[in-house]
Structures are given as structure tokens and as C-alpha cells.
């Protein structure tokens, strides 16, 4: 490692922009004749539209146009679709109901968009939105999956009859049944995964620009993926076809998932622009991202384990009903399915699984993927699963998961994945170490004398990164591979531009990309630019999600890299007349082995462009590109445990330590991965403490500002103890296992195995607010043990 | 309409604008100093705080009008032209931003903080005092982290640099 490359902490790259007030959100951007858009949303939860007025609104100042969901499907405008298909375990295809951008019949949520106003300001939009009349037949709403798929519940959408979208199972019924018939416990648990909303800080928005010359459209917009973006909004909204739509997502706001989804109001900003004649931006305030950002999370879950009387997992048993709200957004369908029930092996060998899963419709924002995306829920069902197991038993929660865990590699779950490599008792001792565990019982008398109830909970999560290898995917329902491509181009004076389908909106790409670069190339970091988010650009990429960037896009760098490497190699060799087998690069030269002969990185570089002495038969030029598909899944694991001190007064809790021992494999730039984890871990304490998303019986949201919904602030946190042990990946060229989304997954059970054993109850849902556990401190019940 | 005019990062600058125009839209849309974000409704998020006569203040929460014969420091004027502010240099070396939306809030806060603690700063006062500045990447981890370190910079800078700085 040099100072600028692999594993060096180095200072990012991108960040003089950010700090100078200098980054360039959609927002900044500003386009001749530009005009602004605002939507006029259902306040209603469920209900027939009977008429919309538009002509008040039309009159009002400024206004240039009104546009209905009727104009919109008479120009053609196709229904959002979501992207992977699951099939029920009748076989049956999932049942999609339609989703039109802009609604036309029907509203199914409050926030379904109806109409749109475009006006010369944001400010003249949003009055005339407010003139537009709409004349709904209100409809009974349910908000939550029992109630859902309860008999004589409101049909939502007349394709998915009792509002149940799939039934959808994975492993083996017969076998985990047979495996409880021979347990000595069986440990039962009802638990709820609570709603979420991402509140990625900068809102969404989208900048559609029609240009009649050309017959092109440009859309700026908040996007995690603009290629997907591009791809769905021409193969199936017919906005236009691919080479006559380009798709920018600049610097984005943070994403968290929900700004991996095409929305309404990117489609209908664009189809405005044609229809105006300008070009339209739209941004949402903050309460438009409550209620119609892609929420995270929301299962109902029953679950067994079955041990053997030595306290060894027999087999696992769940039935989740997942709430997927009012549409399918784009990876509703798997979020709940491939990214949830695969993990219920957690980091343990159990001989028989069997999960079912039902997806649900209800009159609520639709839920998708958020940092974790079903992992979290599976690390939360299986880790509160193993302490309180551990409670019931009376032995050490460290012990029993230490007796079960998974310690030969590769190893094959009876749900699907194939863990490639991992080494959990590592990661457990090192957590144990960090957190003095051995020194608690102390700390918990210390508190005791003073009032508090200390209590200390683990969480060994597992999970499933680099997604994924395109033709397994494929065969589980994907619309779309998964591999990542890259293009290297060297140009003629030695610098490098590294075009990348990932995307960066705050993972650190132009930095941790370029230090790739200059590891294998040997050439300074600043020489070094890495282009994204650009459809004109990068000519195409599946972008960043599920902590695919680092194993999947720095692969596809890595692979166009060689290819470089190779020919710069022949270049150097045919110049200094040498074999091209003993060059090596070193120190911004490439020299021959053992010998002071070299040329220059930029003087073998010139000499591709000039093309006046290369070997014969070799094209000019310096250019690769390379298209990387990953072998397997990758699986970050690890091991948190939080500390915390809980007031019985007032049921208020404090985090006294939160400590995190991950395995990501091949670590890059540690800095940037720590910065990872911490914001992760803080999303997972939002979660379990702080982050409840409320509807009310008429589906009316409660919690749609942040006067309302809790962010976690920083007085509500600690410092985190992290560090990272590492076990390379065998299933990608860097070793890379993926680090953004450990924290949000690893975290919510250890802060609620670790309030319950303060307060010496299970009884707590999240999020475990003062109200909640103060509540759950009165009904307690003491514990068997 | 009202007409507005006032000091934006040294410079003097007046218009026409509707009076219902936030200080935030005069920054944005009329100077077209986009540094300045606008990340809630409601006041609670802090993306937008730039320095109104020497404090530090949220920029949706004020009227432009409110703030017309005033002087403002935006994150675009924090440290004029060249260097880095000691606030941003610390951002930038401890990994305090992720995503940079709410950086420059971040940034226009911790400066206001420093300057009103000549004493020093603590980690349990720095989370105090961000109460009003919500980030929803870095865990606030390394943000406390650079606040900690620009404060113990700045006490150690020549008395001449820290006032420019504050």
C-alpha cells in the first residue's frame, strides 16, 4: 500500500466541493426557461375520483399548464411497474396492480399524485395547485396487514383479490416440521419490524427537459441508478426510446434505497416538459417525502426455533406478512422475499428452514428497500431469536450463538446462500474485548446503587452483499442483471477518467475508485477523475445499492485495469526493447525488472496516442472497458453489542457504549468504511430508540415532518468502537465484501436485546421509546430463569 | 413586492422580490449561492443556516426582507477566496460529510459554536448545541469529531486568524 493507495486513509476527494457550498444537487440546477412544477396530492387514504376541476387553477398567475392522469394515458404514458417477478407457492405470478404517475380513477394513498401544475414560480405553482378542485367518494382504508387481509376488508386493487399480492415460501416445510418433533424447546416469538422512512436529507427531485430541435429529452434527478432509471423509463413508461433520453443524477443527497425507485413525478416532469413546451423542476418539501418516498421495513412476524436439549438449533420456522403499502414500487417483490428469508440462517448452521411470506396491499406509501432491505428484518427476527433463547435457557447468549455458529467454509444454508468464507467467533471475541464484557456485571451493580438498570445486548448479523450474479438472479425473477461495468481511459498525457455505472451520493467513490487506480497504475491520486451519474457518459451501469459498489463496480474497475495494464505493459516493452513479461510498474514509471530501465507512466501513454513506434499490428490508443458479473453473493458479518442504562423513572434510555466488530473482507480507504458503519449503526439506533411511522385509522400519516417523526439527533447518540477483522472474499478479484448497510442491520436487535435485559422483559416493540418503556417496566412479569 | 438590499458575503446586493420570500429563495434563486440547502419544512433540519450579522441562523425561518440592511456569511463567503475555513478544513480531514447536503449548515453552525465558546468545546456540548442540524449519513460520529478538533485549531491560531476565521 502507498500512501494514496489500498488501504490508506486517505482525505476524500470530493470533498472540497461539499464543504465550500459548491456541490451541484438537482436542485442547483437551473436551465433557460426553466418553470416549476408542484402536484396536487389525494388527502385521502382510499377513493373514487368523481371529477376534477381544472379551471380555476388555469387562470391563476403564472400558471403555463394543469395536466390530468387522462392527458397523461392518452399520451401513451405507461403504468410503474416493480422489476422482479415472484411467484406464489401455487405457482401463480404475483398479482401487480396498476400504478398510472399521474392517478385517474382511483386514489390508494394520501400523497397519490392526481394533478400536476406547472407554473413560472415555485411559489405561483403551488397556489394554483391549491384552486384545483377535486371531487372524491371516500373509501373505508386499511392501514396494516392484518387487518388487510382480514375477511370484508376494503379491496385496494381489483388484480389482488383480499389485497394479497403473493404467498411465497422458501425451504422445506416437511423437514422443519420433522425437526421440531425431535426438539427438547422450542423458543416462540411474535415480533414487528416497525415502518421507516429514509429521509435521505436532500428531498427528491427531477428536472424533465424536452428539446423540440432535437426530439431529446434530459431528466436531472435524485437517483441511486440513473441507467436503471433510463432503461425503465423507456422500455416501459414510453417517454422515449434510450438514445433519445439522457438521465443525470449529479451529486446526490444520500439515498438509503429510496432513490434507487423511478417515481411518478420524474416520468410526469418529463411527459410536462413536451406538453408545455419548458422545461419543468420539481422539488419535494419534506412532507411530500414522508408520504411518498418509498418507506423501509413494516413485517408482522411469528417464529419458532427448535433446539436439541444440548441447546443446538434443530430447525427455524417463520410466517411474515409484509406490507408492501398501496403499490409495487420497483423491488418491492424482493425486498420481502430473496433479500429477507435467505438470511434466516443468520451466522448459524440450522439443518431445516422454512419461511412463508405474504405480501400485502394496504392504503399506505409504498415500501421498498431501505439500508438493509430485508436483512435487517431477518438479522432482527434471528438475532432477538438467539438471546432470548438464551434467557429462557439460562446459559450466555455469547455461548449459545458460539455453539451454533457456522465454522466450516463453504457452507451451504438451507436457504439458498452459500456462505463463501467468514470467521464469526473472531468477530464475537473482538466485540466482547472492546466492550469489557467480562467487566459488565460491575458496571450493571454500579448502576443498580444509582438507580439505573444497565443491560447489555449482542447481535451477530450476517447478511448478503454484492448483488448479484446476474443469471442466479434472473432465475429467481430479476428484470435485470446484475454486474457493473466500467470503462479505464488513459489519456495522452498519463491522466486517468474512470467511467463507473455505480453512483455515489456520499459513499466516497472519486476517492476510494481513484485509489484503486493508483494502486495498480502507480500514478498520483489527483491525476485520477472518476465520472458517474451520467447516461451520455457512462454508457451504461446498474448503480449503487445493497453494498454492491466496492465488490461489484471496483470489480468491473479492477477487470478494465488489467486490460490496461496489459497493453501499456506491451507498449512499455516494445519501446524499451524488452519482454514484456519482466515489466512491472513502480513509482509512476514502468520499468524492467531488475534493471533501471524505464519509461514514464505518461511518456508510455503519449506514445498510444501518437502512435509513431507501437508494436505491430496494436491500435493506437489507451482505452479499456470491462463488464464484471460477480461468482456469488458476498457476506459481510460481524458482531455489535450495545450497553445501556435505562432510568425507571422515566423509562428514558441512554446508549452508554455501542461497540461494532465487522468482517467487510479487503478494506479500501478504512476511514471512508468506518464513516460507513457509523451512519449505519446510527439509522439502526433510529430504528430500535427513536423512528415510528404512524397511520392513523383513516390512513391519514401522523408522522409526516420532522416535528413529528423522530431523526436520530446527535445528542441521542454516542461515539461508536468500531473495527473490522477481515476475511477476503473468494468470490471477487479485490476481496470485497461490502460495508454500507452492516450498521443500519447489525444494530436495532443489539439495542433491543439489551434494553429487554435491563428492564428484565421481551415485552417491547420498537421503536422503544421512554413512553414505551416505561409502559413495558409496569406490566413486566418476571422472567422464567 | 418589497425591495430588499444587503451585505452577502462582502458584497451588496439589492432586488425586487415578493414578500413572502425566505431569506433561503433569496439566497438560492436570486444571488444563486446554492451552497445554502433547504432540507424540511419545518424548521428542524439546519441545511440552510448561514450568519446573519455574526449569528448563526436559519435561513427558512427569516424573511429576506427581515434580514434587509443586514450582513451574510454564506458557506460560499466563509472563508473567501483560496483557503479553507479551520471548520472545513476539519470537516474535510475527519471525514465529518458523506453526502455534503447537510454540510453546509453543518459547517455555518460549528463555526457559530466556536466563536461562542472561547473556552473550549466538550463532546456532550458539541451534541448539545447540534440539536438543530439533523445528518442522516455520518452517525454525527465524525462531525463531533472535527468540531472537537477546528475548536482546539482555533483557540491555538494567531488571535489575528481566529477572528477572521470566527
Known sequence: MGIEGVGARVARKEDRRFI????????????????????????????????????????????????????????????????????SKDGTPMKMGAWSPLAVDKVRYVGDAVVVVVADTKAQARDAAEAVEITYKELKAVTEVTGAIARGAPQIHPEAEGNLIFDWEIGNAKETAAAFKQAAHVVKMDVVNNRLVPNAMEPRAALGHYDR???????????????????????????????????????????????????????????????????????????????CDAHGRDHVTHAEMAFDKDHRILGFKVDTLANLGAYMSLFSSVTPTYLYATLLSGQYD????????????????????????????????????????????????????????????????????????????????????????????????????????????????????????????????????????????????????????????????????????????SVPLESISIVHGDTDKVQMGMGTYGSRSGAVGMSAIAKALDKVEAKAKKIAAHLMEADEADIVIENGTLKVAGTDKNVPWFQMALAAYTAHNLPAGMEPGLKETAFYDPANFTFPAGCYICEVEVDPE???????????????????????????????????????????????????????????????????????????????????????????????????????????????????????????????????????? | MSDVSMTVNGRQVSASVEDRT?????????????????????????????????????????????ASGSEVITIEGLAGMGDLHPVQAAFREHHGLQCGFCTPGMIMTAVDMIRRHPQGLDEATVRAELEGNICRCTGYHNIVKAILAASRTMAKAPKGRAKKAA
Open chain 1, 350 to 521: 440450522i439443518p431445516a428452514i422454512h419461511g412463508n411470506v405474504r405480501a400485502i396491499y394496504t392504503n399506505t406509501a409504498p415500501v421498498d428497500a431501505y439500508r438493509g432491505a430485508g436483512r435487517p428484518e431477518a438479522a432482527f427476527l434471528v438475532e432477538r431469536m438467539m438471546e432470548v433463547a438464551a434467557r429462557q435457557f439460562g446459559v450466555s447468549p455469547a455461548e449459545l450463538r458460539r455453539k451454533n455458529f457456522v465454522t466450516a467454509f463453504p457452507h451451504q444454508t438451507p436457504v439458498i446462500m452459500n456462505y463463501d468464507a467468514g470467521d464469526f467467533a473472531t468477530s464475537l471475541d473482538a466485540a466482547m474485548k472492546a466492550a469489557d464484557y467480562a467487566g459488565f456485571e460491575k458496571r450493571r451493580q454500579k448502576a443498580k446503587k444509582e438507580g439505573k438498570l444497565r443491560g447489555i445486548g449482542f447481535s451477530c448479523y450476517i447478511e448478503a452483499c454484492g448483488l448479484a450474479p446476474s443469471a442466479a438472479v434472473g432465475s429467481l425473477g430479476s428484470g435485470v442483471g446484475l454486474w457493473e461495468s466500467a470503462e479505464v481511459r488513459v489519456n495522452a498525457v498519463g491522466t486517468i477518467e474512470v467511467l463507473t455505472g455505480s453512483h455515489s451520493h456520499g459513499q466516497g467513490h472519486e476517492t476510494t475508485f481513484a485509489q484503486l487506480v493508483a494502486e495498480r497504475l
Open chain 1, 213 to 291: 430541435a432535437e426530439d431529446h429529452y434530459t431528466c436531472w434527478t435524485t437517483s441511486q441508478n440513473p441507467h436503471v432509471a433510463r432503461l425503465v423509463m423507456s422500455a416501459f413508461y414510453n417517454i422515449a426510446p434510450e438514445n433519445k433520453l439522457r438521465v443525470i443524477a449529479p451529486d446526490v443527497g444520500g439515498g438509503f434505497g429510496s432513490k434507487i425507485y423511478i417515481y411518478p413525478e420524474e416520468i410526469v416532469c418529463l411527459w410536462a416538459s413536451k406538453k408545455t413546451g419548458v422545461p419543468v423542476k420539481w422539488v419535494a418539501d419534506r412532507t411530500e417525502s414522508f408520504l
Open chain 1, 20 to 87: 465550500t457550498g459548491a456541490g451541484r444537487y438537482v436542485d442547483d440546477m437551473v436551465v433557460p426557461g426553466m418553470k416549476h412544477a408542484a402536484f396536487v396530492r389525494s388527502p385521502h387514504a382510499h377513493a373514487q375520483i368523481k371529477k376534477i376541476d381544472v379551471k380555476a387553477a388555469q387562470s391563476m398567475p403564472g400558471v403555463i399548464g394543469v395536466l390530468t392522469g387522462r392527458e397523461l394515458k392518452a399520451d401513451g404514458i405507461g403504468n410503474l411497474i416493480c422489476g422482479w417477478m415472484i411467484h
Open chain 1, 650 to 785: 422515566t423509562g428514558v434510555t441512554d446508549i452508554v457504549q455501542f461497540v461494532a466488530a465487522d468482517d467487510f473482507g479487503n478494506i479500501i480507504n478504512p476511514m471512508i468504511v468506518e464513516g460507513q458503519v457509523h451512519g449505519g449503526i446510527a439509522q439502526g439506533i433510529g430504528q430500535a430508540l427513536l423512528e415510528g411511522t404512524h397511520y392513523d385509522g383513516s390512513g391519514q400519516l401522523l408522522t409526516a415532518s420532522y416535528m413529528d417523526y423522530t431523526m436520530p439527533r446527535a445528542d441521542d447518540l454516542p461515539s461508536f468502537k468500531v473495527s473490522t477483522s477481515n476475511t477476503p472474499s473468494p468470490s471477487n478479484p479485490l476481496g470485497m465484501k461490502g460495508c454500507g448497510e452492516a450498521g443500519a442491520i447489525g444494530s436495532p436487535p443489539a439495542v433491543i436485546n439489551a434494553i429487554t435485559d435491563a428492564i428484565g422483559t421481551e415485552d417491547l416493540t420498537m421503536p422503544a421509546t421512554p413512553q414505551k418503556v416505561w409502559a413495558a417496566l409496569q406490566a413486566r412479569k418476571p422472567r422464567k430463569h
Open chain 2, 22 to 66: 425566505l431569506l433561503v429563495h433569496f439566497l438560492r434563486e436570486h444571488l444563486g449561492l446554492t451552497g445554502t440547502h433547504v432540507g424540511c419544512d419545518t424548521s428542524q433540519c439546519g441545511a440552510c443556516v448561514v450568519h446573519v450579522d455574526g449569528k448563526a441562523v436559519k435561513s427558512c425561518s427569516m424573511l429576506a426582507v427581515q
